[in-house]
């Protein structure tokens, strides 16, 4: 009895960790929630949304590794699934998708679809394969697009967004430069973190090397 629960409990938290996700997507389109979320733009955007991409990133990471492979497979490789994810989160961002998104029900539909398969799955099957390079890549577009989007909602003397009034649309703009401005110190702060350790450990190395080499030294000396 105690060998058949150890062999059904991987099972079990595998599947909760299936579920998990599309329970949250669930819960963001049940109507008093997602009205609510929708009726600020700070929290349509930096609060819902996410939330969508995430649920698609963690339903990814949950699947088997082998079903992992095959769709990464199927997708040509890394690169364009990371690039997949970009454009759709980049889309969602635009002023005319949100009005669009808050006005039409098969837009918004659209919006709880893509957003969870279209850039958070995406994402979190390319990430492992993406290396330095590609991650920094993600992370960099991720800031600039943030802070020229908070921007240009700051700048604009009229509105962008017709479902939003102009101090909504101000207040979403300041809230997306912050967070770009953090998340970027953030990220920069973890890759000097990340490096320090890499470059301590070369020094005893090194200085491991100079005994080696004057003991060599002295022994040739010693039969002279």
Known sequence: MTRRTAVLRPARVRALRVAAPLLLVGVLALAPLRTGLEASMSTHMLVQMPLLAAAGFLFARALPARWRGALQRLAGGAVPLALAAMLASSYWMLPRALDAALVDPWVEAAKFASLPLLAGAPLALAWARLGPIGR????????????????????????????YLVDQQQAAGWLMVQLALLSFGGWLGALLVGSAPAASDERPAVANENPSAAGGGNARTHPA
Request: proline residues 4%.
């Open 136 to 163: 920094g890549f993600v992370w960099t577009n991720f800031f600039s697009m943030l802070a020229v989007l908070g921007w240009l909602y700051i700048a604009a003397p009229v509105r962008i967004c017709n479902g």
